[in-house]
């Protein structure tokens, strides 16, 4: 499980509260609120 504010590397990432699923596509990119509910816990999605 990953947190808001993480820098998990490239992936696809889904909220675990409601399942919105965001794509991060830089090693360098900060995994964000969710956009859908304000969730700040995911998963990562393969
Ligand atoms: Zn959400």
Redesign the pocket.
């Known amino acids: 499980m990953y947190t808001t504010g993480e820098k998990p590397g490239k992936g696809n990432y889904k ?1 675990l ?2 399942g ?1 699923v965001i794509t991060l596509d830089d090693e360098t990119d900060t995994l964000p609120p ?1 956009p ?4 700040t816990k995911w998963d990562k999605v393969n």
């Open positions: 909220c509260k409601c919105q969710c859908r509910c304000g969730g």
